[in-house]
């Protein structure tokens, strides 16, 4: 054996070393636990995940104005339903925590209707921000419920 083949030898043992320990080093990175990157997603974001979701969900009917998931805040644009074209309604959906709770989430809710040619405010029923506020909580502790591991 000569000094060069030996030479040639060790290098091969060298490299394939390294491309064995490249490719564990792969492996291992995509093995990362479920649970992990399910966390690391709902940190992504200022506010409860599930909360946001829901709310985003709930008010997917009208166009948005602005979703800031940093501040936790839903804008929708005037809204008017197709079945009642002379009411027109506009949602902001504040999430205000990153926990789970019926205190962590406000919905202010302003209406106008039609008079005269033009749109003037009109009072909103305190039910109708209360139903909106309960939607959006059932479906946050569903979606939750459902990320849950079995």
């Not at 829901?54 to 008010?59: G, I, P, Q, T």
């Not at 959906?93 to 033009?118: F, K, N, P, Y």
């Not at 009109?122 to 921000?129: E, G, L, N, Y």
Request: charged fraction near 20%.
């Amino acid at each position: 054996m000569t000094l060069h083949s030996a030479s040639r030898r060790s290098a091969f043992r060298i490299a394939t070393a390294f491309a064995a320990a490249a490719t564990l080093a792969a492996c291992a990175g995509n093995e990362r636990p479920t649970a992990d990157l399910a966390a690391a997603q709902v940190n992504t974001i200022g506010v409860n995940s599930y909360l946001w979701r829901a709310a985003l969900d709930a008010v997917s009917f009208a166009p948005l104005l602005q979703a800031d998931s940093a501040g936790g805040v839903i804008v929708t644009d005037w809204y008017s339903n197709p079945a009642n074209p002379g009411e027109r309604v506009k949602l902001t959906v504040s999430v205000l925590d990153t926990d789970l709770r019926a205190d962590a989430l406000r919905v202010a809710a302003s209406r106008q209707v039609t008079q005269g040619g033009g749109w003037v405010e009109a009072p909103v029923q305190a039910a109708t921000v209360q139903k909106l506020e309960d939607i959006i909580l059932t479906k946050a502790r569903e979606l939750r419920r459902e990320a849950m591991p079995s």
